[in-house]
């Protein structure tokens, strides 16, 4: 242990206090180097990312950047974490997902390290009625059972009541959510199939009769899942939580008990800080709620925190667990009481063995070997993630009230006013992906054409008819798939001739940009032999603004009478002569390669 001498650290107090003006100026000197002329505040906000919410992420983060105090653990107004003790005594709850009767992988899950089981169930999930059957061998007094059952939430409730009491289960000792998200379901189907007045009972025998059991989820999934940024999220999930709480309170439960009976499922992505700083404020946020309603004891909100879906790819599927890892750790740091890690192959169908083991064991190592879950909130006090869980608080906090003007969430869904906003999100963050301003690894970014294809068996069909389902790869897996078709009709991919002129010191980093560009799109980039050689309708001039100035012109006009249709020039745009179009950072790269697969007759 370190013993501080009577004055602190004297070898520090030696050292004056470095001003935050003294830092801007240094910032403008470096950035006068790069040709930009600003000063003052201007320095600091050239280094600044906007994030979506119109955030913005400052580089440098000080004692002035204050955030409304953040409380104690298990205190109101729970930033800090629903319960004192947080996740220190096992861990947070790892819940791994099922929409098949397939009761073998579900024991094999929970002998491997699942603590609980999220089933999807009615549908095309599993039968209500094949229930008992799926949770043969499962000790329900041990593992937590939550429900998603659409508007089968009833009736699947009542089956998992039964067999609660065929199997000695005491009421007291049975534990998980019933699932029942009318909203939530709305939004993923379009139609109002089930109401909150059917399911309040469920709510009612649960706070009567079985402490553990929550009868209520606002799954946050459905907006996420359309596009919707993290405010949006939180949004949406307040407006559900108060539609709820008015429809419980309304049914004769106390606010304390309604408050009770709800679970809340939130996306975690791989932005780690944002989902920090998102479970964090969702607590704070619903902490308010329940002080507003005369129940601040309540107001401890409990997290099932999903690895995000639309994070997800289809194409390089590995790089899914990297993505997974981080979202895990993001969560769990963020203090949700559970995770449900997506297995790698889940966009590509049923996940096998090996990808249901590689999620669990995501949690596994977190927990176990990493100790994550040993410190509560780690991040808490970070001047960065304190300012960003405030800035993204009050960004939910003002959708959320726009939610409430429009009368509620069921009228702002019925309305489109929810859809709007979530697809003008999607929209702006399109185009980010577009121009690869957000890449994708392995799919917009080191794309690997020669990929072994990894096979499914096909799951069981989403529910449809509501708000749309979006993923980050769509555009460009689009692309890929046209030049997989037409790779097995004619044997072969599309492909682009890429002229190197002059060195390799003044053509390779070009040479790889467009190499990466355009193998993202699913065309085979051609670098060796000649243009007549490569087997390609069209070419690419690689090299340096010095090198296009000498010879840019002349050989294009090389390629043309080679045969080339179209000559592309990988560098910022000019006024070349023989030049069609150029390929640069920031360009829209989808539209660039769905026009060069229409021009080389790619279907």
């Given at each position: 242990m370190t013993v501080l001498p009577d004055d602190g650290l004297s070898l520090a107090s030696e050292f004056p206090d470095a001003p935050h003006e003294q830092w801007q100026h240094l910032v403008a000197g470096?950035?006068?180097?790069?040709?930009?002329?600003?000063?003052?505040?201007?320095?600091?906000?050239?280094?600044?990312?906007?994030?979506?919410?119109?955030?913005?992420?400052?580089?440098?983060?000080?004692?002035?950047?204050?955030?409304?105090?953040?409380?104690?653990?298990?205190?109101?107004?729970?930033?800090?974490?629903?319960?004192?003790?947080?996740?220190?005594?096992?861990?947070?709850?790892?819940?791994?997902?099922?929409?098949?009767?397939?009761?073998?992988?579900?024991?094999?899950?929970?002998?491997?390290?699942?603590?609980?089981?999220?089933?999807?169930?009615?549908?095309?999930?599993?039968?209500?009625?094949?229930?008992?059957?799926?949770?043969?061998?499962?000790?329900?007094?041990?593992?937590?059972?939550?429900?998603?059952?659409?508007?089968?939430?009833?009736?699947?409730?009542?089956?998992?009541?039964?067999?609660?009491?065929?199997?000695?289960?005491?009421?007291?000792?049975?534990?998980?959510?019933?699932?029942?998200?009318?909203?939530?379901?709305?939004?993923?189907?379009?139609?109002?199939?089930?109401?909150?007045?059917?399911?309040?009972?469920?709510?009612?025998?649960?706070?009567?009769?079985?402490?553990?059991?929550?009868?209520?989820?606002?799954?946050?999934?459905?907006?996420?899942?359309?596009?919707?940024?993290?405010?949006?999220?939180?949004?949406?999930?307040?407006?559900?939580?108060?539609?709820?709480?008015?429809?419980?309170?309304?049914?004769?439960?106390?606010?304390?008990?309604?408050?009770?009976?709800?679970?809340?499922?939130?996306?975690?992505?791989?932005?780690?800080?944002?989902?920090?700083?998102?479970?964090?404020?969702?607590?704070?946020?619903?902490?308010?709620?329940?002080?507003?309603?005369?129940?601040?004891?309540?107001?401890?909100?409990?997290?099932?925190?999903?690895?995000?879906?639309?994070?997800?790819?289809?194409?390089?599927?590995?790089?899914?667990?990297?993505?997974?890892?981080?979202?895990?750790?993001?969560?769990?740091?963020?203090?949700?009481?559970?995770?449900?890690?997506?297995?790698?192959?889940?966009?590509?169908?049923?996940?096998?063995?090996?990808?249901?083991?590689?999620?669990?064991?995501t949690s596994t190592i977190l927990i176990e070997e990493s100790h994550l879950s040993r410190v509560i909130d780690p991040a808490g006090g970070s001047w960065y993630v304190e300012r960003l869980t405030d800035e993204l608080a009050h960004a939910a906090w003002q959708f959320f009230q726009e939610i409430e003007r429009a009368g509620g969430q069921e009228a702002a869904l019925r309305s489109g006013l929810v859809g709007e906003r979530l697809a003008a999100t999607w929209s702006a963050r399109s185009a980010k992906l577009a121009t690869r301003r957000e890449p994708i690894t392995g799919v917009s970014e080191f794309p690997h054409l020669a990929e072994k294809p990894v096979d499914r068996a096909p799951a069981p069909e989403p529910p449809t008819g509501g708000l749309p389902r979006v993923r980050r790869d769509e555009a460009y897996e689009a692309l890929r798939a046209r030049s997989d078709a037409h790779l097995a009709v004619t044997g072969a991919r599309p492909r682009v001739y890429l002229a190197a002129l002059g060195p390799a010191a003044a053509h390779s980093a070009r040479l790889a940009f467009a190499t990466n560009l355009f193998q993202a799109g699913g065309i085979e980039a051609v670098a060796e032999g000649t243009f007549e050689e490569s087997g390609a309708s069209e070419a690419c001039l690689c090299s340096s603004d010095a090198l296009y100035a000498e010879g840019a012109e002349a050989a294009a006009a090389e390629l043309r009478a080679a045969g080339a249709e179209h000559v592309l020039l990988a560098g910022r745009p000019g006024a070349y002569s023989g030049v069609d179009a150029y390929v640069f950072a920031g360009c829209d790269a989808v539209a660039l390669l769905s026009t060069a697969l229409d021009r080389m007759g790619v279907s």
């Open positions: 470096v950035l006068r180097k790069s040709g930009k002329e600003v000063s003052g505040d201007a320095a600091e906000d050239a280094l600044s990312t906007v994030l979506e919410d119109n955030l913005t992420t400052r580089p440098l983060y000080t004692a002035r950047d204050t955030a409304p105090a953040a409380g104690l653990p298990g205190f109101a107004p729970f930033v800090r974490g629903g319960r004192a003790e947080g996740n220190t005594t096992s861990g947070w709850d790892v819940r791994q997902r099922h929409v098949t009767p397939d009761g073998e992988a579900i024991l094999s899950d929970l002998e491997n390290g699942v603590t609980s089981l999220w089933l999807g169930v009615g549908g095309t999930g599993i039968p209500v009625s094949a229930l008992g059957t799926v949770l043969d061998g499962v000790y329900l007094d041990l593992a937590p059972v939550a429900l998603d059952a659409g508007e089968e939430t009833e009736a699947a409730a009542e089956r998992l009541f039964q067999l609660y009491e065929e199997r000695g289960v005491a009421a007291d000792a049975a534990r998980g959510n019933l699932g029942a998200d009318p909203l939530g379901h709305e939004a993923r189907t379009g139609r109002p199939s089930y109401d909150l007045a059917s399911v309040t009972g469920l709510a009612r025998r649960c706070a009567d009769r079985h402490p553990g059991l929550r009868a209520l989820t606002v799954d946050v999934l459905p907006y996420h899942e359309a596009g919707g940024s993290a405010a949006q999220e939180l949004g949406c999930s307040l407006a559900t939580g108060v539609a709820y709480l008015r429809g419980l309170t309304g049914a004769g439960l106390s606010v304390t008990e309604a408050c009770g009976q709800l679970e809340f499922r939130y996306a975690a992505t791989a932005d780690q800080f944002l989902t920090i700083a998102k479970l964090r404020a969702a607590r704070r946020l619903w902490a308010r709620v329940a002080e507003a309603c005369g129940a601040p004891e309540a107001g401890a909100q409990r997290q099932h925190a999903v690895t995000s879906p639309v994070m997800m790819t289809r194409r390089d599927p590995w790089v899914n667990m990297l993505r997974t890892t981080v979202a895990t750790l993001a969560a769990g740091v963020g203090g949700a009481d559970g995770v449900t890690v997506l297995p790698f192959d889940e966009a590509l169908g049923l996940p096998d063995a090996f990808a249901r083991r590689i999620a669990r064991n």
